[in-house]
DNA sequence: CCTCCACCGGAACTTACGGAGT
DNA sequence: ACTCCGTAAGTTCCGGTGGAGG
């Protein structure tokens, strides 16, 4: 048995794909960045202040994703901290990840060095602590909010607000805010005092195209892999899969990954293209499954409902699939919750990408979603059947 | 041209929970 | 022991709506 293993690491020591994995990790910060050396140049234009000491103009980056806006920004942050250690901090907070203002607060506090209880305080409480912890850091202090958006939508621009406004009762520190965000149409949302507070300075980050992923997959899969594993060919297929979904840096480079880890377990010598192929819809697969698997119980059921309803090749109504939801939770003697939450429910699974639903007018007979599935049945039905709650409950 | 279906979707409110502060 | 707080999930209430059919 223990064999089985001692293959598995033999083949990992002795990869003859992979010479050094680590740079193809998607948050790997690589000591060039390709193509972005106006972004550079003119996000370090900005915060080059804070090296003497003084706190730089607020800044609004956004760009789509992969567009290398987190990469260039704590590429710019950490090259200027490690010449003027001593005169500057910075804060990097992933706002989708900490998705609510406490969190991002707490977050900024700890990586400050402050401690905070995970949750259990008034929002206001925390903010006086996080006056206080930015205060003692005695310097200037460069707060950056990555995927803004997130927060926004779900919890407004209230700590954007209060967080463009915390310097005016600080008396040591200063606070610089650099908000990142994927969605263009985010300023409009927001209070025209942050936005004028925040938007001091705007940059945009443009998309990269096939040529320059393909400069940007070459450079790393140079260090990444060992020497004549992966062509030109394998290298091009990967920038214009990615090019076709406006020009994500991240999807290439986890395409050419995962085709390298794929071309691994096969214990082939060479990248080819079918595991660029194969790579792509692994990580979708991946992807999906996660997505379903961790869904909420009552989710899981409505996505039970779209598939069983979904038999007959016909688009379901938001009644019909409540229906249906209905009839499951009293098979398995259920609470069910409301038709409204349903409905909400269908727009969550639309934007997850499992199912696609779209408003239609029926006239006469109403307007309602139109529901569809947008993933193989049988795919959804094997991941749900992974949670025994839903055991023998369908046909 | 008007009606009226079958929902949509915003907003305020509830409930349960984990945890702090005092 | 008691009060206060934020979050997540859900409920209640309700005004809004595009277009087929009369």
């Known amino acids: 048995m223990s064999d089985i293993i001692d293959n598995i690491i033999a083949r990992v020591q002795v990869s003859p794909i992979f010479r050094s994995r680590e ?3 998607p948050d790997y910060v690589p000591d060039e960045l390709p193509h972005r050396e106006t972004q550079i140049r003119a996000l370090g234009d900005i915060l080059v202040h804070a090296v003497k000491g003084e706190a730089p103009s607020n800044v609004f980056i956004y760009g789509l994703t992969g ?8 590429f710019v942050l950490s090259n200027l901290h490690r010449r003027a250690p001593d005169k500057f901090s910075f804060v990097y907070v992933n706002a989708r990840q900490s998705d609510t203002p406490y969190r991002v607060m707490a977050d900024v506090i700890e990586t400050l060095g402050g401690k905070v209880p995970f949750t259990g ?12 912890t930015v205060n003692d850091v005695r310097k200037v202090v460069i707060l950056v909010l990555d995927e803004l958006d997130a927060l926004i939508k779900r919890h407004g621009d209230e700590l954007l607000y209060r967080l463009t406004r915390i310097n005016v009762e600080l008396s040591v520190s200063r606070v610089s805010i650099v908000g990142i965000t994927n969605d263009v149409t985010l300023v409009d949302e927001l209070d025209p005092r942050v936005k004028s507070s925040l938007g001091e300075v705007e940059q945009v980050f443009p998309p990269y195209n096939a040529v320059e992923l393909e400069d940007i997959l070459k450079r790393r899969a140079s260090v ?34 995962v085709a390298g880890e794929i071309a691994e377990r096969e214990g082939k010598q060479v990248v080819r293209q079918e595991h660029v192929y194969q790579a792509r819809t692994e990580i979708e ?25 979904s038999k007959r090749d016909r688009s379901l109504t938001t009644g019909e699939v409540f229906e249906i939801y209905r009839g499951l939770t009293r098979k398995l003697g259920l609470e069910s919750v409301t038709q409204r939450r349903v409905s909400d429910i269908v727009n969550e699974l639309d934007m997850l990408g499992v199912i696609t639903a779209s408003v239609v007018n029926r006239g006469r007979y109403g307007k309602t979603k139109e529901i569809k599935l947008s993933v193989d049945r049988k795919s959804i039905l094997e991941v749900l059947n992974e949670d025994e709650r839903l055991h023998g409950i369908w046909s």
């Open 23 to 25: 740079y193809m990790r």
């Open 224 to 257: 990444a892999f060992k020497l004549g594993v992966v062509s030109d060919e394998v290298i091009s297929l990967c920038a214009a899969l990615a090019a076709r979904e406006h020009g994500d840096a991240r999807r290439a480079l986890d395409l050419l990954r």
């Open 67 to 74: 567009t290398g806006k987190t990469a260039v920004t704590k």
């Open 121 to 132: 305080l008034s929002t206001a409480e925390l903010h006086r602590r996080l006056q206080r």
């Open 285 to 309: 697969r991946d992807r999906m499954h996660d997505v379903i698997q961790t869904l909420p119980f009552h989710s899981k059921l409505v996505l039970l409902s779209i598939v069983e309803g």
